[in-house]
């Protein structure tokens, strides 16, 4: 089985995408071939500065090694070493319908915002539909943003074989875990960074502690009993970062009645600064060898390649290409 997964480096990363995409893909690693890359030609449809771009990379990779990627086990590769990409890419979209891609909701959220639209936006799930089917991927893992993406993957990937032939392209799913599928952030909405309400996966100590404290929650006084517990923002987050019965245990308290919210926060922060130390300690030390760094990303681009080579030959063979 082949899992394949990309993360856009497009700002900094935060525990929505270490919950929602990374944790789960480093863990698929013991269940077959990983192939992860950094997608730098996406994050070109939202960034337009190049320094910010190599910074953003070089710091995908860094969080990405720091929290587990195994590179002796996996691919890891940055999208734009292999250009293929935008090939398949071209054949993909010949065969992708206007309508498909105008229902594409993160592309009505982002002409919604006021984002001007140009033709890389509105192309975006073709570019990330060429990104899986040029690997031979089996699974995704995905928060549950993407799911609509990898249904047009899905789609795209069954055209271009009843068109041109019924195996060329292997038709993959997606693999969205339930229980991290949205991770919220701070004001309660998707965690996300065009929202700013976001925790970073290696943020600053003392930023984040300030900004975990301000997060607003009810005016119920601590004396009340609060049935919702589960549906607080805190105890939500908690669950991710602390053991089971540490965060059941301040749910039940919350639920009972008699905790302040200041005494849950302080607890948050500390669970989410420990979840992540030794991942800390790592990044550290893998940002003092950068030449390993960016020695992984080359290998990882040979290995993406040879399979990226034999698939596009595959394709283009099959629709009658030179
Ligand atoms: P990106 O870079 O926005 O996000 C990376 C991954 O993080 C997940 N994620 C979340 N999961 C749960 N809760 C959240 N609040 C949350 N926020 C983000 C995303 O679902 C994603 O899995 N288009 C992709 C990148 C991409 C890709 C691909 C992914 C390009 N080509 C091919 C898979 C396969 C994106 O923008 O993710």
């Not at 760094?293 to 629709?319: H, M, Y």
Request: proline share 4%; glycine share 8%.
């Amino acid at each position: 089985m082949r899992i394949l997964t990309g993360i856009q480096p497009s700002g900094t990363l935060h525990i929505g995408n270490y919950f929602g995409a990374m944790k789960p893909a480093i863990e698929l690693q013991a269940r077959g071939e990983a192939y992860y890359f950094i997608a730098d030609y996406h994050s070109m449809t939202s960034l337009t500065d190049a320094a910010q771009r190599r910074k953003n990379t070089l710091d995908v990779a860094l969080d990405f090694l720091a929290c587990g990627l195994d590179p002796k086990r996996s691919v890891f590769w940055r999208q734009s070493d292999i250009p293929e990409v935008c090939e398949l890419m071209w054949i993909l979209g010949t065969l992708t319908p206007m309508g498909l891609l105008e229902r594409a909701h993160s592309y009505k959220d982002k002409t919604a915002k006021g984002i001007s639209p140009n033709f890389g936006l509105f192309a975006y799930p073709v570019l990330m539909a060429a990104d899986i089917l040029l690997y031979d991927a089996n699974l995704v893992p995905v928060g549950k943003d993407q799911r609509q993406h990898l249904e047009m993957t899905r789609d795209i990937a069954i055209k271009f074989n009843q068109s041109y032939g019924e195996s060329s392209l292997v038709v993959p799913e997606a693999e969205i875990r339930e229980e991290v599928a949205t991770v919220p952030g701070l004001d309660g909405q998707k965690m996300s960074k065009s929202y700013g309400n976001t925790i970073d996966l290696f943020g600053d100590e003392k930023a984040t502690k300030k900004k975990i404290m301000g997060i607003v929650m009810d005016s119920r006084t601590p004396a009340e009993p609060k049935p919702d517990a589960e549906k607080n923002l805190a105890i939500q987050l908690l669950k991710l970062v602390a053991p089971a019965e540490v965060s059941a245990d301040f749910e039940n308290r919350l639920r009972a009645g008699g905790m302040g919210y200041g005494d849950l926060k302080k607890a948050l922060f500390e669970h989410y600064w420990n979840h992540f130390a030794e991942a800390r300690a790592r990044r550290a030390e893998l940002s003092n060898n950068l030449d390993y760094v960016n020695q992984v990303l080359k290998d990882g681009a040979e290995r993406a390649r040879a399979t990226a080579s034999g698939v596009i030959a595959r394709a283009r063979k099959a629709c009658g290409l030179a």
